[in-house]
């Protein structure tokens, strides 16, 4: 298998959670001409389809989509994807719909962060303001993809060989990180479970994540993987000699 990692962002906008981030998509090409990507970077962002193009591609070539999590920053390409199956969690689906709409309808966001258990501070304001912003212009419903795409980890469809689920959660509710293994090298996608290579070392910004103590669990765990990790929000890199790779596209 060949592995192409692509990186986009976002700057035009106020946004503190997506401006000038960097979020990493990751495409598999199977050695049956069978094509998938993993995360699809934020909604309305044209950058993924200039990447793509880089690459020889277009959305109407792959036969897959993988979301790590339902977070709009990696979903927001799906709808691109127009003859794609769409694999995402039923559980994360569920709960990113109702707590999009809690946003939606409050006037105190960080109320609706602490209620739901996330840690707070002073700081947290601006955050949560955004996080309401995201929420009220990206319903998770809209973006994730057609019904008639969709399939849901939870009823266990059929992946591509060499390709697994490994459940992460913490800076969601359900999210997976996605394992491939070749003849000689194993990747680990994680999506946000491990943002870039030294941040599961460091305090996450508070109120990010759906549960901060499951997060750093899971990130201790990933941290310990022997292989080259991609994570979302970071180039790939090699987790024995923790450096980057010094290419974007490598074989498995």
């Known amino acids: 298998m060949k592995i192409i990692t692509i990186i986009t962002q976002v700057h035009n906008t106020d946004n503190i959670i997506i401006r000038d981030v960097p979020v990493s998509s990751t495409i598999i090409e199977l050695s049956d001409n069978y094509l998938a990507i993993i995360d699809t970077g934020m909604a309305d962002n044209l950058e993924l389809l200039i990447e793509l193009g880089q690459w020889g591609y277009c959305p109407a070539d792959f036969d897959l989509v993988i979301n790590t999590h339902l977070h709009c920053d990696h979903v927001g390409g799906n709808r691109l994807f127009e003859k794609a199956r769409i694999f995402i969690s039923q559980r994360e689906y569920e709960y990113e719909k109702d707590f999009g709409q809690a946003l939606r309808e409050s006037n105190d966001p960080v109320n609706i962060l602490s209620s739901l258990g ?28 057609r019904s008639e795409q969709i399939e849901f980890f939870e009823e266990l469809p059929l992946l591509p060989n060499g390709i697994s689920l490994v459940p992460t959660p913490g800076h969601s509710i359900a999210s997976h990180a996605v394992l491939i293994e070749g003849n000689c090298v194993r990747a680990l996608v994680t999506g946000d479970a491990l943002y870039h290579r030294d941040l599961w070392k460091e305090a996450s910004v508070l109120g990010i994540n759906y549960n901060e103590e499951m997060f750093k669990k899971t990130a201790r765990k990933i941290s310990k993987f022997r292989g080259i990790i991609i994570p979302g929000h970071d180039r790939a890199f090699d987790n024995l000699n923790r450096q980057y790779l010094e290419n974007d596209s490598f074989l498995v």
């Open 118 to 145: 996330r840690k707070v501070d002073a700081t947290t304001s601006m955050l949560a303001g955004d996080l309401k912003k995201l929420a009220k212009a990206y319903p998770v419903s809209s973006l994730a993809g």
